[in-house]
Each structure stands twice: as structure tokens, then as C-alpha cells.
């Protein structure tokens, strides 16, 4: 039985709550803002905060859709797209990307953004970000649920195949400076996001068992 000190519910019958705890639970979490373009040169900027890095070699990404979106279309159908990175002088620029625009019209010039070509993919990235990851698609995932039964949620995960750094976020010593790219990220509730800084920064070496 549920401890009295403790919230219990059950998802599949509501979370009776002002809004769903889940996103503000697992949180704060990097956002994919994802850049894509179809087949017919039209681009597409989008943000997702499902998104996350899965493996380390090769570097893959990826980010969850609900629903079969424009960004999921276009990686499908070309099969590249460009991460690129929020940091808070950017913040609202990428929210004005999550409008729900007309088909064909482009983000880039919706929130006033530059796109850039990048080196490899045909995707153009966003000139302002600090960071973009150029990819490939290498699974685009239909999820299910505990029962086995397709839901409408898009998992699609990416090689990361050539990366482009400001480089004044590296330090001389050749290290990527995290908190200096002031980097965005989201939290729970409908408009929720939060920044770090070194302030907050703490560091925990990786145990040594002796045999």
C-alpha cells in the first residue's frame, strides 16, 4: 500500500495533479532543437525536450516526438539534421521555433535566426548557436507500450558525424567550458526552463574498487 507521505497515482488513470509531475520530475533536461530540411530544400527548425545523448562511440543523439511531425518526416526522408545549441541569449528565439507555423513556412526567418550550411549533411544549422552536431539518422523508432501496443511517439536517434564548437568555449588546456555557453534547459511545467553556473557546479570522482 501506498505510504500516507507519500503522492501515489498511476499514470493510466491520471495524475490528478495542476499539471503532469513527470517532465518537472525528470528535469532539468538539454533541448533538442532540431534542424531538418525535406527533399525539396524546405528547412524546418523545431525544439524537443525529450531529447538526450545515448551513446558515446560513435556520439549518438536523439530526441522523442509526439506525433509524426515535420521534423521526423524530413530525417525520414533524407535521413540527416542538425542539433544545435540553446544557451540563454537564445532562448527566445528557439521558443518562437515551437510555433505551429503553416506548412512550408520557415522558422529560421519566423524567429529571425541565421542558417548556416554545415560541412557534411544538407541541413543547414543556426549561425547564432554556439554548438551543432551534424547527423545521420540511424533508427527511427515507433515506441510501444508496456503491452506491446504502437503509440503515436517517434523515437529518432542520430551518429553525430562532424561537430562545430565556438572556440571560445574551449579552455587552453582543451577542455569544453559547459557553463560558459550558458546552456538552456527545461523544466517541468508549461513554461519552465533553467540555466547553470559554475556557482552550482560540484565535482565526484568515479570510485577505485582494490582487488
Not at 47 to 61: E, G, K, R
Not at 101 to 123: N, W
Not at 182 to 211: C, M, T, W
Request: aromatic share 10%; hydrophobic share 35%.
Amino acid at each position: 500500500m501506498p505510504n500516507d507521505d507519500r503522492y501515489f497515482y498511476q499514470p493510466s488513470q491520471g495524475h490528478g495533479l495542476a499539471h503532469n509531475p513527470l517532465n518537472a520530475i525528470i528535469s532539468p533536461r538539454p533541448i533538442g532543437w532540431i534542424a531538418s530540411k525535406n527533399s525539396q530544400g524546405q528547412r524546418n527548425l523545431a525544439p524537443y525536450s525529450f531529447f538526450n545523448c545515448f551513446n558515446y562511440t560513435p556520439p549518438i543523439i536523439g530526441f522523442a516526438s509526439t506525433g509524426w511531425k515535420d521534423s521526423v518526416a524530413n530525417i525520414v526522408e533524407t535521413g540527416e539534421f542538425v542539433w544545435n545549441l540553446t544557451t540563454r541569449e537564445l532562448a527566445e528565439k528557439m521558443n518562437q521555433t515551437s510555433a505551429e507555423l503553416p506548412s512550408g513556412e520557415d522558422e529560421f526567418v519566423f524567429a529571425g535566426l541565421t542558417p548556416a550550411p554545415s560541412q557534411i549533411v544538407a541541413v543547414d544549422r543556426v549561425a547564432e548557436s554556439p554548438v551543432n552536431f551534424e547527423c545521420k539518422l540511424s533508427q527511427c523508432i515507433q515506441l510501444n507500450d508496456a503491452q506491446g501496443n504502437k503509440i503515436d511517439t517517434w523515437l529518432v536517434l542520430g551518429e553525430v558525424i562532424a561537430v562545430h564548437i565556438a572556440k571560445h568555449l574551449i579552455s587552453p588546456e582543451g577542455i569544453y567550458q559547459t557553463a560558459l555557453a550558458q546552456p538552456v534547459l527545461r523544466a517541468g511545467g508549461p513554461s519552465a526552463y533553467y540555466g547553470i553556473s559554475e556557482d552550482h557546479r560540484f565535482d565526484l570522482n568515479r570510485p577505485i574498487i582494490s582487488k
